[in-house]
């Protein structure tokens, strides 16, 4: 179970979330930071679970398999034995530890419940992220009143004060010569310039050719693709599109990007026939059973 738990945890560190089949999605959670009476708390990210989140999106699958050096098959059925061996284990002692993410307790009516860890240090996010503590100000009260002194100044500094303020004031009222010369060959620059641009004649003069406009009327592409994997670098999407291509699914291609890339083993304009498409998939081939339709419209 350790081991399973460490896929989980190494996934969480990439993505937002990770999907468990047969037992629900855990969720990467932001949590701002918090003012108390003794300490500050940073923002941190929590673990949090959602137990509806049974679809597959077959990025745990492939984690294991690549990491184990097993195929896609056998890695689904590891996950199935793992999920199993947790629910017994929570029906037979009450709760069970789940790595470093929480636990998992059964209440009275038999539910399956998820307490998350309060330390998630596994998340890069949260790397040298400490509670910041107040001390509290102690405060001396004395009943001795502060002691004043004014010392006046000399009367030689009011001597070198009147002398200062005398050639202040000469400064003041001297014209500035040289700031209204600057300002006459300013205007003189900007007349000669305005005079000289506008009598001057273009040097070249570009003829511009219309070309006549065509109405190109876009294809319908299409929106609904039916996707069998959702991979976390393109090199390993393409490598799987190349093997469905080889396996006779030759419409087999990767969506463009958002966080991760979707491959695609067949695409559709219409939603029902992409739907009808997925079915007869699932029920035909146990390795796609987990397919999904997704519109990018």
Known sequence: MENFCQHIEKLLA???????????????????AKLLSDHITPPLSTIGFNPLMHHADGLLAIEISR????????????????????KSTVHSNGNEQFGNLGIFYRNEP?????????????LPQNLGLNSLYISQRNKLISNEKPKITITLPSTRIFKYASVA???????????????????????????????????AAP?????????????IIPEELPNFHVIV????????ADELCEELTENNYPSAHVLAP???????????SERDKAIEFMEKLRKTNKRFETAWVYCNK
């Open 110 to 122: 038999g539910e399956l419940f998820f307490t998350p860890a309060e330390e998630v240090n596994f």
């Open 165 to 199: 303020m005398l050639v202040f004031g000469l400064f003041c009222i001297t014209p500035r010569m040289s700031d209204m010369r600057k300002s006459d060959n300013a205007d003189m620059i900007s007349s000669a310039f305005y005079s000289t641009s506008q009598h």
């Open 229 to 236: 994997a959702s991979l976390q670098d393109k090199t390993t």
């Open 258 to 268: 958002s966080k991760i890339y979707k491959v695609a083993i067949q695409s559709f």
């Open 67 to 86: 990491s184990e050096k097993i195929s896609y098959r056998l890695a689904m059925e590891y996950i199935d034995k793992q999920v199993e061996s947790l």
């Open 14 to 32: 990439q993505h937002d979330y990770v999907v468990v089949p047969n037992l629900g999605g855990f969720v990467v959670q932001m949590q701002s």
């Open 203 to 215: 040097l070249t003069t570009a003829k511009k050719t219309e070309s006549p406009s065509i109405a």
